[in-house]
């Protein structure tokens, strides 16, 4: 299959080395002509996963009409943040009839869409729009590790199709036809992880981490259900995978956000620190105005949204959460 790829951070780098490395075509593209150029002919993308070398069946461009020439499926791996752009770029290219993946996960700033609904309020005619979601590092798909992520779609006989033509031996797929409550996981699972990383840099303990993970899950899964998804894909590789290993995994970049605020620095000095973009923080807002919205408790949500905004400390939000009222599970 004849893969673009758009955007080339560190995930988008990982999934274009995987396709390549497993006989699909892949182009990848970057609005930084510069970078563009830099990783096509260094074979590098030295600013964010230097140390692996890029297939040779694997081109970058930044001109997205060569990139989109003879493609089957675009996949959408830049930060929520370009999404909306990047698709409208796609569709004024005489591109937008083909099939779409978003793997980034979050809300659209102000909108509160998720990003496949993004795709299709861009893309109104593309019956072609799916999720990839789940658990993985960026860093072992590179290395070639082995792991199981959701292609998900409302359109399931597309979305199954998909998943058998580019399951391999590294990269199990699992076909979806909940795509609202695989997005809801993937996007939400990163708040948590941020509170995770809290508690680990407070020296909370695994007890406390333990007790994060599963009342995180429980907010997720409340607000997922009330947005209208399946209880039991919190229960898989979309909710429950990618949010033990977002909150546990040593890579996990909103992990590290948490565990740089609990070491006193500010959330400026810790995003300029990680040098990659952190999914969680920005949403943040957006589940707080979807538990609003839908009239749910997400404590710990809440909780972390007082903290960025600066009317709560650090220290106070376990303190906080602990003092809350006794209730049932």
């Known amino acids: 299959m004849n893969i673009t790829i ?4 560190a995930w988008g780098t990982a999934l274009g080395m995987h396709f390549a490395l497993h006989g699909h075509g892949v182009k ?26 890029l297939p040779d069946n694997l081109n970058v461009f930044s001109d997205l009409s060569q990139a989109l020439t003879d493609a089957e499926l675009i996949l959408v791996v830049t930060p929520v943040v370009g999404l909306r752009d990047s698709l409208v770029r796609v ?12 793997a980034c996960k979050g809300f659209e700033l102000d909108s509160g869409l998720l990003t496949y609904q993004v795709a299709q309020e861009v893309l109104p005619d593309n019956t072609k729009i799916g999720v990839l979601s789940g658990p993985s590092f960026a860093q072992e798909l ?3 590790l082995p792991c199981a992520v959701c292609l998900a779609s409302e359109n399931f006989e597309w979305i199954k199709k998909v998943s058998a033509d580019l399951n391999t031996n590294v990269m199990r797929l699992y076909a979806n036809d909940d795509v609202l409550g695989v ?20 020296g909370y303990g695994l007890n406390a981490r333990a007790a994060l993970v599963t009342r995180g899950l429980a907010e997720i899964t409340r607000l997922a259900v009330a947005m209208g998804a399946q209880q039991k ?24 956000v948490g565990l740089g605020l609990a070491e006193g620095k500010t959330l400026h000095q810790v995003l300029k620190e990680i040098g990659h973009v952190a999914e969680g923080v920005p949403t943040i807002d957006e589940v707080h105005n ?6 749910i408790e997400m404590p710990i949500t809440a909780m972390l949204y007082q903290l960025v905004r600066n009317e709560l400390s650090v220290k106070d939000i376990v303190e906080r959460l602990m003092q809350r009222e006794p209730t049932s599970e």
Not at 290 to 295: D, G, I, L, R, V
Request: glycine fraction near 12%; hydrophobic fraction near 45%.
């Open 183 to 202: 997005a809801v996981g993937g996007a939400v699972k990163n708040v948590m992880a941020i509170a995770t990383g809290l508690s680990d840099g407070l």
């Open 28 to 53: 990848m593209w970057s609005h930084n002509a510069a970078h563009a150029q830099i990783m096509q002919e260094s074979r590098f993308n030295e600013r964010y996963l230097p140390d692996f070398r």
């Open 91 to 102: 569709k004024e290219a005489g591109f937008g009839h083909l099939p779409v993946l978003t």
């Open 290 to 295: 979807a538990a609003a919205k839908y009239q």
């Open 6 to 9: 758009l955007g080339t951070g």
């Open 142 to 144: 590179a290395k070639q």
């Open 233 to 256: 894909t919190m229960m898989g590789l979309a909710g429950m995978g990618d949010l033990i290993l977002t909150c546990t995994g040593a890579l996990s970049r909103n992990r590290k």
